[in-house]
């Protein structure tokens, strides 16, 4: 139950922020939002859920994402992106640095009577290639594609851990 009453919280935070921010007018309102809001699985999006990115100038952007990672919890990521193309242009390469839930992880315990599992998350640090593909003639609607490096990771050294992480989702700008 406070998963899903943190995801409103952070819907309604982020609905607020909306009003607040508005749309950049330069060339008409055409691909300058300041911020955008989207769906996805991967590390950018806690898991499964929604992330929300706040642009700070043309090319730099602050991002939040929470969701759930099914029977291991809730996971989250924040951080920043920096684009290497406008924001008025439909292919949009980026560079992402992130911090949040990388890994998830089932640990098995034994007794001389019986079995555990227990379900972990482990948060660490993110470093990744991606791009925004925006299309239609304002750009609002979109999709993201990026691929992360796990840099470091809270897990146990006997883990053996992934070495990258893929997100794709969609996203809307407002």
């Given at each position: 139950m406070k998963?899903?009453?943190?995801?409103?919280f952070v819907i309604a935070l982020s609905q607020?922020?909306?009003?607040?921010?508005?749309?950049?007018?330069?060339?008409n309102g055409i691909g300058t939002s300041k911020m955008s809001m989207g769906m996805g699985i991967g590390v950018d999006y806690g898991?499964?859920?929604i992330n929300t990115e706040i642009r700070t100038s043309n090319k730099l952007a602050v991002t939040v994402g929470f969701g759930t990672m099914l029977d291991y919890g809730l996971?989250?990521?924040?951080?920043?992106?920096?684009?290497?193309?406008?924001?008025n242009q439909t292919w949009q390469p980026r560079i992402s640095v992130l911090y949040g839930t990388n890994v998830a992880a089932i640990e098995e315990y034994y007794d001389y009577y019986d079995y555990y599992?227990?379900?972990?998350?482990?948060?660490?640090l993110d470093i990744g290639i991606g791009q925004k593909w925006a299309w239609g003639r304002t750009k609002k609607h979109g999709?993201?594609?990026?691929?992360?490096?796990?840099?470091t990771s809270?897990?146990?050294?006997?883990?053996?851990?992934?070495?990258?992480?893929?997100s794709?989702?969609?996203i809307y700008n407002f």
């Open positions: 998963k899903y009453v943190l995801v409103l607020m922020l909306v009003a607040q921010i508005g749309i950049n007018q330069s060339n898991g499964f859920g996971g989250y990521s924040f951080g920043t992106r920096y684009y290497l193309r406008g924001q599992t227990e379900y972990k998350l482990y948060s660490g999709m993201n594609f990026d691929l992360l490096f796990i840099i809270s897990a146990p050294e006997y883990m053996e851990l992934p070495v990258m992480d893929i794709v989702g969609y």
